[in-house]
Structures are given as C-alpha cells and as structure tokens.
C-alpha cells in the first residue's frame, strides 16, 4: 500500500529522468517557434519578445508537470502504444491551455498606455511596420505609423514617420498630407494635456501563438517517441541473427507472441531466427504483422505449417492458452520430431515477473491437461484483504505457500505466517521478503494441535481472516498412521476454529479435499472431520464466518501423483499406476488458490464451496502423456506397471455427498454444496468420542466409530432433505 501511494504522489519513474530533460527542451523549443512562426514577417515585437522571456521557464516546468500527471514517464519511450499516444494529446490539450490560462491570470508582462491607446493601436501600428519593412519607399505606410504613434500619444514616433511620409509623397500632395499629419499631432497633444494620466495594460498570448504552440507540442512529443520506438523496434527486414540461428515459428500472434518476436529481434544473441506466425484468430490469417512477420495459418494447420517452414523449434506464445490447443501443438511437433517450449503462463509471469525469454520452458503436464484456465483479477477478487491481518496455517506448504504469495500481492497490514516445519517456514518467508520485498510477513514456528500457543498466536496478531491450510495429505502415509491423521487434520482443525471464534475472527476458511466426499480412506475421514468441525464452531460462533472450500488434486503438490511420475520417468522407469481405469480431478497451485481467496469472500458463514474441477482425468494417461513429454515413447522406452489399487483407494472421486446438492454462487468455477445443517449436540459428542479414542491411541476402534459417525451423518442428512 506505501508502494502505490508513494507512485501516486510522485509519478515518475527514477529510469524516466532522461525523458523528462528531453521533453523540456523540446516545450522550450515548440514555445520558441510559436512566436518566431507568429511573428514570420518580421523581428518579434519587443513586448512579446519580452512576454517569450518571462514566461518560458514556468511554461516548461509546468508542461512537465501536466505530463507526469498524465503518465506520460512511467514507461519507456520503447514501449509506447495507442493509449500513450492519447494520453499525449489529452496532456497537451491541458498545458496549453494551462499556459493560457495562467499568462492571463498572473500578467506576466504589463505595457504602459495612455487612455484612448488600447493595445489593437499598437497591433496596427505593428503591421504597419511591417508593411514599411517590405515597402520601404511608400509615403502611405509611414502616413499610417505618424497617425498611429500620435494616437498612442508617441509624438516623437509621430514625428519621425510624419517627416519621412512628407519626404516621400509628391510635391503636388505634401501640403495636404501636412495638413492632415498636424491635425492628428494637435489632436494628440491637446489629449496628452487633458488627460496627462497613464494607464497599465497586461499582455496576453496571441491567438497565433496559442495555436502554434498547441501543434507545436503534438509533433515534438508525438514524433519523439514515435522514432524512438521506431529505430528500437526495426523491422525484422533489418534482423541479423547470429550464424547458426535456429529457426523457430511462434505459436500465438497476439501480445504474447508480439512480446517474444521483440525479445528474439532485440537479442539476436538468443539464436533464434523467427520463421512467422501460427494463430487461431481467422482475421489475421495471411497477415503480416508490426514486424513484417506472416501469419501462416491456425493450429489446426500446423501438420501443413510445419512441413512448409520445417522449423528447428516450436515456442507456445500464449500464457492463458487452454491444454487442449498445447496438447494440440505438442502431438503435432512430436510426429515429426520438432521439440517445443513454452511462454510462461500469466500465473508465472505474476509470480517471476516479465523476463519471457529467461522463463520460456520445456512444455509441462500441467500445459496439457485440458482445463479451461481460470482468469480472475486478484487485486479486485482479493480486495477484502487489502489493509487487514491475515493468518495463513501450513504457510510453508505447497497451497499455503501459494496462498502466502498471492495475499502479499493485494497489499495486506500483516501476513502471519505459521507452520510447524521450520525449513519450510524459512524457505517462504525468504522467498516474500528477498524476492518479492514483501515487508509485512511474521513468521509463527507453531503447531496447530497445541491449543494454548494457539491462544497465544491469535492474542498477539488479532488476525481478521484466517486461512487454514495445515494437513498431512499423503493418503498412504496417513493410512499406516491413522490416530496421528485424525490428531492432525480433525481435532487441530477444532482447536484452530474455536481459537478463532474466541478471539473475534471474522473470516476463516477451511482447505478442504475431494477425499472428504463419502471417505473411504483415513485421509478423507480426517477431513470430513474438520468440515465438521467448522460447520459446529460456525453455530457456537456466529459472529465468525466459516466456510470450507472442497477440491481435488493439485498439481506439484507435495501429495500429488506427477513428482512421483517425474522421479519414475528420470530412473528410467517403470511407471506405476495402481488401476487403468482411475481417474481423478486435477487443477493447478495458483488457480486453485485463486478460487480459495474467491470463496472467501462468499460465505455468510456455514458453507462448504466446491471447485469446478473439469474433466477427469485418467491416470494412465496422465502417465503416458508425462513419458512423451520426456521425448520418450510409453511401453517402448519406460514401462507402465500396474501395482493395484490401495486399501480404500476409489477408481473415481466425487466432489459433492448423496445428501448434498450443487448450487451455483456468484462466482465462476465455484459451487455451493447445499445441505442440511449439522446437529452441534452431535457434532461435540462425536468429537469428545474421537478424541477420547486419539488420546487412547486405539487406531482400530478410531476406525470404527469415523466410519459409524460417518453412516450417521448422512442417514441424518438423507432424513431431513428436502
């Protein structure tokens, strides 16, 4: 928040100093010839000459002023576009008429006059002047100058013109012409002593130079940025690629395909030598675009593009391309042997910032899984935490990393980070303060099943929103160690809920899983638990919102199947599925989060949301998309083994209960699990069960009553729906 208001205040970038020196002399210069263009037949009037003198310091300091305020030097003039180009023109608009405004009202430059001498007798005497310059030898030109200097009251001009008027006239009209010149000088005297007193006049910009000076503006700030993009940005007709250069095609000619052109023409170091254009967009088909690049066809043409231009490489330039069009240009490439790299995506782009050439990379699974990415602007969806104290449990791991990184951006008072794993803890909160300089993390080393450092916790930083994303996750790990899985995922979830509702929390939001949906496997019966659990501290709470959001895998992280596959593939295999036909949901860290910090900001308090998780996927050919992306053939290269499915291990998850129904919200992607309201009565019972049961350590009788409690809770539910 300092960061923005400090770039209100002062809106000028310390790299845009330059510009700024640049477009002073270049308002000094357009002022300049405003008068020297006005004034063309002759030297500027001194008055006016004067008025130039005066003015032309503040007109330049104000003119920049105009311009700051207008944006005009917080990008480089390399990047200039449309918008900057309109901005231009508005802020020129502004300082011109600034400038106006202010020489009328300060009167800079006053002229001295007799009553009856306005100033439109000193512009006529003026051009009168400049007839004589071009007329030298015309008696009538220096007849009009004697009359005018006499009604200013400057006899001694008058009489210097009326002398050579007399000189020039023929001889059979210089005594009338003396009899008129003497009426005008006996009528300025006689005004000169009846009205001795002088008045004061201010001079005000002429309408000529107004005008001049407004053009003026336009072509030098408008041309100057323009031939700096130009001689930056050249044409690719002048690219020079290193020997060597590997030729490449871009898929995607929009902004993203744009940005990598510029970079590989900027840097022919890179060693790429950019072929042309593959895009779905049907309007720029065959076109030629900025950079003298063509635009070959769509991706759906990319069999015959690729045997046409035979290119050395492939870039994906699309950051919020779906995986079906990444899939699509990988299957393509892959026949015919072509490797492929991609553009980062937005969420990586946001997370480690514009340098697109360093961060091109190997396509992913996570490039091609099919989703429709989710595209949310997290500073508008986030809002509610800007200025307030927000407590992220499990900060270190991979959802609560990820929920650490995308808080900070939206500016909050505190983010208090806590975890009980303190490599963890260390490694997230050097990554806020050194790479992205958040300076308003606190690091907590506690862990959520110890109620009082709990207490403690929430005493000090009096959070507003809690985010609790504290759990173990690995199904198998948490199927040899189920009291400790209970312990940690269903009863330290109470305590943190109970905490927060004590201490006035206003929001806390529960990391839920697809697993908790009819659980079938310690894990998933822990955290239908802590659904539970908050849905019984939300009735004896009421003052704090609580809501849990559901959702299924998430990819890269540390209970996800895809390291495992990687570490498969890099040992040469095999590759171990435990059914051929299982299928589960998959979404990314960052979108999933995205939705999370969404969610949040829905609940009036009780609510379970899901996440529109797309299309299963099966993960054998999760599996054999993963082999090939390794350059390597599924069954020839690495084997797939099938090891057989897990105790309780399902073939397909689910995201809603029998007893729930799925309801849209306000959101896109996000569901609400409508359901009939837990009894807290029971609730607390069945709690003071299991904890008696962890407490005891008895892991087969925990067993027992999660799975009768479970049975329980739906035939409940079943009875009492609608």
Same mark, same amino acid.
């Given at each position: 928040?300092?960061?923005?208001?400090?770039?209100?205040?002062?809106?000028?970038?310390?790299?845009?100093?330059?510009? +700024?020196?640049?477009?002073?002399?270049?308002?000094?210069?357009?002022?300049?010839?405003? *008068?020297?263009?006005?004034?063309?037949?002759?030297?500027?009037?001194?008055?006016?000459?004067?008025?130039?003198?005066?003015?032309?310091?503040?007109?330049?300091?104000?003119?920049?002023?105009?311009?700051?305020?207008?944006?005009?030097?917080?990008?480089?003039?390399?990047?200039?576009?449309?918008?900057?180009?309109?901005?231009?023109?508005?802020?020129?608009?502004?300082?011109?008429?600034?400038?106006?405004?202010?020489?009328?009202?300060?009167?800079?430059?006053?002229?001295?006059?007799?009553?009856?001498?306005?100033?439109?007798?000193?512009?006529?005497?003026?051009?009168?002047?400049?007839?004589?310059?071009?007329?030298?030898?015309?008696?009538?030109?220096?007849?009009?100058?004697?009359?005018?200097?006499?009604?200013?009251?400057?006899?001694?001009?008058?009489?210097?013109?009326?002398?050579?008027?007399?000189?020039?006239?023929?001889?059979?009209?210089?005594?009338?012409?003396?009899?008129?010149?003497?009426?005008?000088?006996?009528?300025?005297?006689?005004?000169?002593?009846?009205?001795?007193?002088?008045?004061?006049?201010?001079?005000?910009?002429?309408?000529?130079?107004?005008?001049?000076?407004?053009?003026?503006?336009?072509?030098?700030?408008?041309?100057?940025?323009?031939?700096?993009?130009?001689?930056?940005?050249?044409?690719?007709?002048?690219?020079?690629?290193?020997?060597?250069?590997?030729?490449?095609?871009?898929?995607?000619?929009?902004?993203?395909?744009?940005?990598?052109?510029?970079?590989?023409?900027?840097?022919?170091?890179?060693?790429?030598?950019?072929?042309?254009?593959?895009?779905?967009?049907?309007?720029?088909?065959?076109?030629?675009?900025?950079?003298?690049?063509?635009?070959?066809?769509?991706?759906?043409?990319?069999?015959?593009?690729?045997?046409?231009?035979?290119?050395?490489?492939?870039?994906?330039?699309?950051?919020?391309?779906?995986?079906?069009?990444?899939?699509?240009?990988?299957?393509?490439?892959?026949?015919?042997?072509?490797?492929?790299?991609?553009?980062?995506?937005? *969420?990586?782009?946001?997370?480690?910032?514009?340098?697109?050439?360093?961060?091109?990379?190997?396509?992913?699974?996570?490039?091609?899984?099919?989703?429709?990415?989710?595209?949310?602007?997290?500073?508008?969806?986030?809002?509610?935490?800007?200025?307030?104290?927000?407590?992220?449990?499990?900060?270190?791991?991979?959802?609560?990393?990820?929920?650490?990184?995308?808080?900070?951006?939206?500016?909050?008072?505190?983010?208090?980070?806590?975890?009980?794993?303190?490599?963890?803890?260390? !490694?997230?909160?050097?990554?806020?303060?050194?790479?992205?300089?958040?300076?308003?993390?606190?690091?907590?080393?506690?862990?959520?099943?110890?109620?009082?450092?709990?207490?403690?916790?929430?005493?000090?930083?009096?959070?507003?929103?809690?985010?609790?994303?504290?759990?173990?996750?690995?199904?198998?790990?948490?199927?040899?160690?189920?009291?400790?899985?209970?312990?940690?995922?269903?009863?330290?979830?109470?305590?943190?809920?109970?905490?927060?509702?004590?201490?006035?929390?206003?929001?806390?939001?529960?990391?839920?899983?697809?697993?908790?949906?009819?659980?079938?496997?310690?894990?998933?019966?822990?955290?239908?638990?802590?659904?539970?659990?908050?849905?019984?501290?939300?009735?004896?709470?009421?003052?704090?919102?609580?809501?849990?959001?559901?959702?299924?895998?998430? =990819?890269?992280?540390?209970?996800?199947?895809?390291?495992?596959?990687?570490?498969?593939?890099?040992?040469?295999?095999?590759?171990?599925?435990?059914?051929?036909?299982?299928?589960?949901?998959?979404?990314?860290?960052?979108?999933?989060?995205?939705?999370?910090?969404?969610?949040?900001? =829905?609940?009036?308090?009780?609510?379970?949301?899901?996440?529109?998780?797309?299309?299963?996927?099966?993960?054998?050919? =999760?599996?054999?998309?993963?082999?090939? +992306?390794?350059?390597?053939?599924?069954?020839?290269?690495?084997?797939?083994?099938?090891?057989?499915?897990?105790?309780?291990?399902?073939?397909?998850?689910?995201?809603?209960?029998?007893?729930?129904?799925?309801?849209?919200?306000?959101?896109?992607?996000?569901?609400?699990?409508?359901?009939?309201?837990?009894?807290?009565?029971? !609730?607390?019972?069945?709690?003071?069960?299991?904890? =008696?049961?962890? +407490?005891?350590?008895?892991?087969?009788?925990?067993?027992?009553?999660?799975?009768?409690?479970?049975?329980?809770?739906?035939?409940? !539910?079943?009875?009492?729906?609608?």
């Amino acid at each position: 928040m300092r960061r923005r208001l400090s770039s209100a205040a002062f809106p000028v970038h310390r790299h845009s100093l330059p510009q +700024l020196v640049v477009d002073g002399g270049l308002v000094a210069l357009a002022y300049y010839l405003a *008068f020297q263009l006005r004034f063309d037949q002759g030297p500027v009037p001194r008055r006016y000459d004067r008025l130039f003198e005066v003015t032309v310091p503040w007109v330049v300091v104000g003119s920049l002023a105009v311009f700051a305020v207008f944006g005009l030097y917080q990008k480089w003039w390399r990047f200039v576009g449309q918008r900057d180009y309109e901005a231009i023109v508005r802020a020129a608009v502004v300082a011109t008429l600034a400038t106006v405004g202010a020489v009328a009202i300060i009167h800079p430059v006053k002229l001295t006059q007799r009553p009856g001498a306005p100033t439109v007798v000193a512009e006529r005497a003026l051009h009168a002047a400049q007839l004589v310059q071009r007329r030298p030898q015309d008696a009538s030109a220096y007849k009009r100058i004697a009359q005018l200097a006499y009604r200013a009251g400057n006899l001694i001009d008058g009489d210097i013109a009326a002398a050579r008027a007399r000189e020039l006239v023929p001889a059979d009209r210089r005594a009338r012409l003396a009899s008129l010149l003497e009426k005008s000088r006996s009528v300025a005297v006689e005004r000169a002593q009846r009205e001795p007193v002088q008045r004061v006049a201010a001079l005000n910009l002429p309408g000529g130079v107004i005008a001049i000076y407004f053009l003026g503006l336009l072509v030098v700030l408008l041309g100057s940025r323009f031939i700096v993009h130009s001689v930056i940005e050249r044409p690719l007709r002048g690219f020079r690629p290193r020997k060597g250069a590997r030729d490449v095609l871009i898929v995607g000619a929009g902004d993203g395909g744009q940005l990598v052109l510029r970079e590989l023409i900027r840097n022919p170091s890179l060693g790429y030598r950019p072929v042309g254009f593959a895009d779905d967009d049907p309007r720029k088909r065959g076109m030629r675009l900025a950079n003298g690049l063509k635009v070959l066809g769509g991706t759906g043409d990319l069999q015959r593009i690729l045997d046409e231009v035979e290119p050395d490489e492939v870039l994906i330039a699309i950051p919020s391309a779906p995986g079906t069009v990444r899939a699509r240009v990988v299957t393509a490439c892959r026949d015919r042997g072509i490797p492929v790299r991609t553009m980062p995506t937005v *969420f990586e782009l946001l997370q480690r910032g514009t340098n697109v050439m360093r961060q091109i990379r190997d396509v992913q699974v996570e490039d091609i899984l099919g989703r429709e990415p989710v595209r949310m602007e997290l500073e508008r969806v986030g809002a509610y935490l800007t200025d307030q104290v927000v407590l992220v449990t499990g900060a270190g791991g991979s959802i609560g990393a990820e929920l650490c990184r995308q808080i900070a951006r939206v500016s909050p008072r505190r983010l208090v980070l806590l975890d009980h794993a303190e490599d963890n803890l260390f !490694a997230i909160r050097r990554e806020l303060e050194e790479d992205r300089h958040v300076k308003t993390s606190v690091a907590v080393l506690a862990d959520c099943k110890e109620e009082e450092r709990m207490r403690e916790v929430f005493d000090e930083h009096r959070p507003a929103i809690v985010f609790h994303a504290a759990a173990y996750k690995h199904v198998g790990l948490m199927e040899e160690n189920p009291v400790e899985a209970i312990r940690n995922n269903a009863l330290a979830t109470r305590v943190v809920a109970r905490v927060a509702g004590q201490t006035g929390v206003g929001t806390f939001v529960l990391i839920s899983t697809d697993k908790a949906v009819s659980p079938a496997t310690v894990m998933g019966a822990s955290k239908a638990l802590a659904e539970w659990a908050l849905e019984a501290a939300g009735a004896r709470h009421p003052q704090t919102r609580y809501a849990s959001v559901r959702f299924g895998n998430v =990819l890269g992280s540390s209970g996800s199947v895809v390291p495992i596959f990687r570490r498969q593939i890099a040992a040469g295999g095999p590759v171990t599925v435990t059914d051929p036909r299982m299928t589960r949901y998959f979404m990314t860290i960052p979108e999933a989060v995205q939705l999370v910090i969404r969610s949040a900001s =829905l609940g009036k308090g009780g609510e379970v949301f899901v996440l529109e998780m797309g299309d299963p996927v099966a993960i054998v050919d =999760l599996a054999r998309d993963m082999i090939r +992306l390794s350059g390597l053939e599924p069954d020839r290269d690495i084997a797939i083994e099938t090891v057989g499915r897990r105790p309780g291990e399902k073939l397909h998850e689910e995201l809603f209960n029998p007893y729930e129904r799925a309801q849209p919200t306000p959101a896109d992607k996000i569901l609400l699990a409508e359901r009939e309201s837990l009894d807290p009565a029971w !609730a607390e019972a069945a709690f003071d069960r299991i904890g =008696l049961l962890v +407490l005891e350590g008895d892991a087969k009788g925990l067993a027992a009553a999660v799975a009768e409690l479970s049975a329980e809770r739906s035939a409940a !539910a079943l009875r009492t729906a609608p």
